[in-house]
């Protein structure tokens, strides 16, 4: 039968202790990526991830009339990648400059019409209306169409592409 020293004792101690301070500080390295991975969806939410094309410059810098555009989002929802296909108005504002439009009502959302004959840019859903320039003139939108940020590099037309919350009286991104 053997007996214990107090030495082995304390040396058996420090052992374990040593392996504890190390295991929890290995533990603690490995969750910082977990913790990442899990809390990204929260800083990624809805994020559109770059520009998509409209098209060249130059079919748009004479334009008289708004027109319609369709333009490839790819966005980031949590983890999972969307590609969606958007309508855009490509306009001028009141001192002649290009704009690009997001064709989503502020109301509530349904997809807003140019309508030529009315000069004027019409919602279905409850007949809100929008000069050329995409001010509000009528119906229950509480703003005017909200303008999308937009680039011209390497003689094309681009958007970065948002969405805004409705029913509110200033433009407000929500993705
Ligand atoms: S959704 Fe456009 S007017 Fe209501």
Redesign the pocket.
């Known amino acids: 039968m053997s007996e214990t020293t107090g030495s082995e004792t304390s040396r058996r101690g420090f052992t374990a202790w040593l392996l504890a301070i190390g295991g929890t500080i290995t533990g603690a390295l490995m969750g910082v990526p977990l913790v990442k991975f899990l809390l990204y969806p929260m800083s990624a939410k809805g994020e559109a991830e770059k520009w998509s094309d409209i098209g060249p410059i130059s079919d748009f810098e004479s334009l008289t009339t708004p027109v319609q555009r369709p333009v490839i989002v790819e966005q980031l929802d949590g983890w999972r990648k969307t590609v969606q296909e958007k309508v855009v108005y490509i306009t001028k504002d009141t001192s002649g400059k290009l704009q690009v439009l997001t064709a989503i ?6 997809s ?1 019409q140019w309508n030529g004959a009315k000069n004027s840019f019409v ?6 209306a929008f000069s050329p320039d995409g001010k509000c003139t009528g ?3 509480p703003r005017g169409m909200d303008t999308l940020e937009a680039q011209v590099k390497d003689g094309r037309l681009a958007v970065h592409y948002k969405y805004f919350k ?1 029913l509110v009286p200033e433009k407000e991104v929500i993705g």
């Not at 919602?123 to 809100?128: E, L």
């Open positions: 009502c502020p109301h509530l959302g349904c807003v919602c279905p859903c409850h007949s809100a119906g229950p939108a409705q």
